[in-house]
């Protein structure tokens, strides 16, 4: 009954798995003889242990199968390897084939040999094994010996092989073993029925707890109480299963419209064939017609070209164009073969087709890559459906808190038995009072207090235009300590103004031509790249694309021709672009000039190009980019001697600068048969196209308020990194007062060496405005600044790449103080988060969503800052776009985490006085009455948890974050002096109370008998039962629950539950002072009231039924000084010492506590070492990649080296 050997357990395998379902795989085979007892235990449990193996599906495993391998498993237990190991279990299914497959002739029709197709398919069964996780199908390899994905075309395909094979459709036979083994191409979410969702929902523990606690209450008489928790468990409920439930609507709304679209699919010797998506298989050969249509899979272009609108993706709507597969001819498999850019050529699942451009033959093609959730679209309702659970301190400490509850709930149980056995109680009213004990110390309205602090906090947000569609996440917005901001849209304005055009010729640079320009750009080659190198589109009557192109394009003022799309070059009919003077142009010579195709811009290559021909004149290739790029493109003869110093200029201005370039085709061959690397070589420079990227008026203080507050910030852009550093020191983010250290990271070419330098980036206001020194001045000026901690890394996202690699060791430091990372792809964006949580830092993520959508979802808070409503790309969504929404996030994630805190100590104190209160009572064989729990547990509870959360955030950041554990000293220290503070209260008012004269055991009338209302009171309570006065036990019985002692106790007790409350609700410095909270005040006030009315009222009617007695005044008075008292040694304590921020911190500097954070210890180390950073120096690689643990290589500082072992 153990879990399998490690011997046997393996990694679900799969190509291109998400890290999300990284999971182990075990394999179990049922047994008959285990699974009998099992069936045994159910009956003999009542269904206990059913629900037990429900909550744990290892143990369920463990008990019914025994371990063996995954080839003969038919059960197979899955776990995470997470820091969570959450289990799951799963069938294994067979996939019967053999109705497809009517002959053995039809074997080769199966596919190829290496298919996965072929190589799970038993023969001569002709079945197939699989098991579905998290809807995505796995099925066994007979030959590899383990489970692989399908669903999507295998990775090792070429480029040719992909042409070869799937160029003209498969078969009908192929096509049908396919859909057999793949399954529906359909992203089907279900709604979930009303039943299943209200069944999961009342098998959570806590809720059978609760069922438990009512029993119970049921059986001991405290109807009302239980009938009370009853309707808050079923409210609770129903609002949670609405919720979800409106969530599973919504999403089943957002994939059913992508179900079923009609499509035309091009099979094997059969021509076309219209069909229903779902019918699609990875393989099928798609035909892409004119006019728009939504895509049902993710496919790889083969032919034509296509632009789309990725918007339901990215939140970006600048349409994309996507350009065919090229048919190499090497050995690499496609995806290696394109790099990054191997997305260019995919349409997304989802996303919608609005221009198709056919090739010679007049039709686009594309190859089904992926059906149902293996696609983009079925990837991201997975990360809806499964969600990556948040590995945060506070729901671990919750738990862990739970527990202690529990631990002190059965000593108090110990307690009970001893006390009630001892005085020869019943067993079965013993048991039943140790029972109660457990409900009394755990708090059951603690899960549903602890939510609505949440929802509150998202309603506040989405008053602020921010939408939240992770929750959960609010909370880890208090703790956060790093944001990684895009550049451009983000902290600058989205679109850019033309500033200036540097034309070159003849390798020297000529006079600047400003924007807005008097005179017009003579017609040359400079002003031809403007006017085709782009990639433009008009789309409902308007021209869209990328910001940039559409100011480079309007500042020629010529127009996109879309009516003449149709042109011939050769032999063939093509669909290009036509581009034509406007009415505003300059006068031209030529007619238009036609766009004959696209090499589409790629963050990975840093450049786009386009193959134009003018109206009647000869071939060109137009290409733009980054200058840097550009100019390595150029031939080195037509590129000025003083580029480099130029583009500095420019650049260290803040001005965004765009290089073009440009060279004639030689006649003969189709455009559409040029590779890339053909294309974009030997290319004549034309010169810079200068471009000014204005920062947004919010950026500045937004900046400098998160500085105040010592929440770090970086920016991760795309830009070149000169303009990068320029706009991060005009946005504050790098003081003047401080120092930016370049990082260049090279692979020497010829070897798996690498080398990293250190420059420090001086400004120099001479002619050469920027360039790099290094003379013995400036160095000692660096150190100085580098001295006192104020220096900056900036870096590329090559030489990142390369340090990742290489220098695994050096990264973690160079991320302490990097700042700037420039050129950086979205998958290095991704990385660099993954590598700063890695360092212990909270770190939030605030970009635009187009191409910063993976970092937006790995960091602890991604937002997005798009128009739409919630981008599925991000936890949150500011509709806003500014970075506003940074700090007003942070904030409100502050007073939600002070609000749980103060929820979880109101909640533990409220449980811990009620029980401390019992136990009291205990000792004289009483407790409290049916009404007065109804009282503590309704009225003043549920009343206070709702309404604490009111408070909203406090306005202005601290330069410090609330904790981020609920075990920590202050938070731990206060809890248990307030209970100490409690149980001293209780046990004063319990002793001092049959200290009193008119004190007596048996006669609960006697502190009042001078009162006239004794004989009414007697009556009342007669009728309420008394069988006779002469035993005290029988006398207690026949009270009910009435003594001096229970009325002393439950009115200290109720009003100690307002005093915590009012003690625990934190205002500044993360919320509002309390009193700007009126409903909480009013609440609270009302209730002191009423209490205090219980207090001093003698109403007989009242106290009978509270099961209260009378009491002479002046001890009235004495209890209300006592519950004074407490409320101000209490007040005291919380101020003086647990709010007392000093304190703590002296407390630390005297222990010598340090923080145990990763990035905190790194500080420490590097405070002490003097070599660092090391300023103008190279360090070479040992080898392809170094661990952490190995020294550096080339580089002999021995203080350096020393200090290497100590992180």
């Not at 235009?465 to 992770?470: A, H, L, N, R």
């Not at 209260?1108 to 519950?1123: A, E, K």
Request: hydrophobic share 40%.
């Amino acid at each position: 009954m153990l879990p399998a050997n490690p011997t046997e357990r393996e990694e679900l395998h799969s190509s291109n798995i998400s890290k999300v379902i990284r999971k182990e795989i075990f394999g179990y085979k049922t047994q008959g003889c285990r699974k009998a007892l099992c069936i045994a235990g159910y009956i003999l449990s009542c269904g206990a242990l059913l629900l037990l193996f429900y909550w744990k599906p290892e143990w369920d495993v463990w008990a019914n199968c025994i371990p063996c391998s995954l080839e003969e498993a038919d059960i197979v237990l899955l776990r995470t390897t997470d820091e969570f190991q959450i289990y799951s279990r799963k069938s294994v299914t067979w996939i019967s084939v053999s109705a497809v497959i009517k002959s053995k002739l039809d074997y080769p029709g199966i596919a190829e040999e290496d298919s996965i197709f072929n190589e799970a398919l038993m023969k001569p069964s002709l079945q197939v094994k699989s098991i579905q996780v998290q809807k995505i199908r796995y099925v066994w390899n007979i030959y590899a010996k383990q489970f692989q994905k399908v669903g999507a075309l295998e990775d090792h395909h070429t480029c040719s092989a992909i042409h070869a094979k799937f160029g003209s459709g498969l078969t009908c036979n192929e096509q049908n073993i396919r859909r057999a083994i793949c399954g529906p191409n359909s992203i089907d979410v279900p709604v979930i029925p009303i039943w299943k969702l209200l069944i999961k929902e009342v098998l959570n523990p806590f809720y059978v707890f609760q069922l438990f606690s009512v029993c119970l209450w049921f059986a001991e008489d405290y109807m009302e109480y239980a009938t009370a928790i009853i309707i808050m468990s079923l409210l609770s409920i129903s609002l949670t299963v609405y919720d979800l439930r409106q969530q599973s609507v919504k999403l089943h709304r957002l994939v059913e419209s992508h179900n079923n679209i009609m499509v035309t699919v091009c099979r094997n010797k059969e021509g076309f064939q219209d069909l229903e998506s779902h019918h699609l298989v990875p393989g099928d050969l798609l035909v892409l017609k004119e006019g728009k249509a939504l895509l049902p899979c993710d496919a790889i272009l083969i032919s034509g070209q296509c632009i789309v609108n990725e918007s339901m993706l990215t939140g970006e709507s600048i349409p994309v164009t996507k350009t065919c597969l090229p048919q190499a001819d090497n050995m690499k498999p496609w995806r290696m073969h394109c790099a990054e850019d191997y997305k260019k050529h995919v349409l997304f699942c989802g996303t919608e087709v609005i221009q198709t451009k056919g090739d010679d033959r007049g039709v686009a093609k594309a190859v089904v890559l992926r059906t149902g959730f293996n696609t983009a679209k079925g990837d991201l309702v997975r990360s809806i459906l499964y969600p990556k659970p948040m590995n945060f301190k506070l729901y671990r400490d919750a738990l862990r808190f739970l527990m202690c509850l529990i631990a002190f709930a059965a000593i108090g149980m110990i307690y009970t038995v001893c006390v009630f056995a001892l005085n020869g109680e019943e067993a079965g009213e013993v048991v039943k009072k140790a029972l109660d004990v457990i409900t009394i110390a755990v708090p059951p309205a603690l899960p549903a207090a602890l939510t609505t602090g949440i929802i509150y906090t998202q309603r506040r947000l989405k008053k602020k235009g921010i939408f939240c569609i992770s929750p959960q996440r609010i909370n880890m917005c208090g703790q956060l300590n790093l944001i990684c901001f895009d550049k451009t849209g983000t902290l600058t304005e989205d679109g850019l103004d033309l500033w200036g055009l540097l034309p070159s010729e003849r390798n020297c640079f000529q006079d600047i031509h400003s924007f807005p320009a008097d005179h017009s750009l003579p017609w040359g080659p400079l002003f031809r790249a403007m006017v085709v190198c782009h990639s433009l589109i008009v789309w409902e009557g308007k021209i869209q694309g990328d910001p940039l192109d559409v100011k480079m394009f309007e500042s020629t003022n010529w127009v996109i021709d879309d009516s003449s799309r149709h042109r011939t070059e050769g032999q063939g009919s093509t669909h290009a672009t036509v581009v034509r003077p406007g009415p505003k142009a300059s006068s031209a010579s030529v007619e238009g000039v036609i766009i004959l195709h696209q090499f589409p811009f790629s963050s990975a290559l840093q450049r786009m190009s386009v193959i134009a021909q003018e109206i009647g004149g000869e071939k060109q290739v137009f290409t733009k980019g980054a200058p840097e790029m550009v100019a390595t493109l150029c031939r080195a003869e037509t590129v000025p001697s003083n580029f480099e110093s130029k583009l500095l200029f420019y650049t260290a201005q803040g001005f965004r600068v765009i290089g073009l370039a440009c060279k004639s085709l030689q006649t003969g061959r189709q455009s559409t048969d040029l590779t890339r690397e053909e294309v974009e070589s030997d290319l004549t420079f034309l010169g810079l196209l200068i471009m000014e990227n204005r920062l947004k008026k919010a950026t500045k203080p937004v900046l400098e308020e998160l500085s105040a507050a010592h929440i770090r910030s970086v920016m991760v852009t795309g830009d070149n990194i000169q303009t990068a550093v320029t706009v991060a020191k005009n946005a504050g983010m790098i003081s003047p007062t401080n120092r930016v250290i370049l990082v260049e990271a090279n692979k020497i070419p010829g070897s798996f060496l690498a080398s990293v330098t250190w420059k420090p980036l001086e400004e120099n206001k001479t002619e050469d405005y920027g360039s790099l020194e290094d003379d013995s001045q400036t160095e000692r000026r660096i150190r100085l600044a580098v001295g006192s901690g104020q220096y900056h890394f900036a870096m590329s996202g090559k030489s990142y790449q390369i340090i990742a690699q290489h220098f695994s060791h050096l990264l973690p430091k160079l991320l302490l103080n990097g700042t700037v990372f420039a050129r950086m792809s979205p998958g290095q964006k991704s990385s660099l988060v993954e590598e700063f949580q890695k360092l212990d830092y909270f770190v939030g993520m605030c970009g635009d969503g187009a191409n910063d959508c993976g970092a937006l979802k790995v960091a602890h808070a991604g937002i997005s800052l798009s128009e739409q409503e919630a981008s599925v790309a991000s936890p949150f969504t500011s509709q806003t776009p500014s970075i506003a929404c940074v700090p007003e996030l942070i904030r409100e994630g502050r007073a939600a985490l002070v609000t749980s805190f103060c929820m979880f100590k109101y909640m533990a104190l409220y449980s811990t006085i009620q029980y401390l209160g019992v136990l009291l009572l205990y000792w004289k064989l009483n407790t409290f009455g049916n009404y007065q729990f109804l009282f503590q547990d309704l009225a003043i509870t549920t009343v206070i948890g709702v309404t604490m959360s009111f408070t909203d955030a406090y306005p202005k950041l601290v330069p410090y974050r609330p904790p981020s554990q609920l075990i920590s000293p202050p938070l731990l220290l206060s809890v248990v002096l307030n209970i100490l503070f409690s149980l001293s209260m209780q046990i004063f008012g319990f002793v001092m109370v049959q200290k009193q004269p008119w004190y007596s055991k048996t006669d609960i009338h006697s502190a009042c008998l001078s009162l006239d209302s004794h004989m009414e009171n007697s009556s009342s309570v007669s009728s309420l039962g008394l069988h006779g006065m002469g035993d005290g036990a029988l006398n207690e019985a026949g009270n009910g629950y009435k003594s001096y002692e229970n009325t002393t106790v439950w009115l200290l007790s109720t009003i100690n539950c307002l005093i915590v409350a009012l003690v625990f609700s934190k205002g500044r410095p993360f919320r509002k002072p309390i009193y700007t909270n009126y409903v909480f005040i009013l609440v609270l006030t009302g209730q002191l009231g009423v209490c205090l009315f219980l207090v001093f009222a003698d109403i007989d009617d009242l106290y009978s039924k509270m099961d209260l007695v009378c009491t002479p005044t002046t001890w009235r008075i004495s209890m209300v000084i006592m519950l004074a008292v407490t409320l101000a040694v209490s007040f005291l304590v919380e101020e003086a010492v647990i709010e007392n921020r000093a304190l703590w911190l002296l407390l630390k500097k005297t222990f010598r506590y340090h923080s145990k954070s990763h990035y905190k210890r790194l500080q420490r180390v590097l405070e002490q070492d003097s070599s660092w950073p090391p300023l103008n120096e190279t360090f070479f690689s040992d080898s392809v990649a170094i661990s952490v643990e190995e020294n550096m290589g080339g580089h002999s500082n021995p203080t350096f080296d020393s200090n290497e072992g100590t992180l």
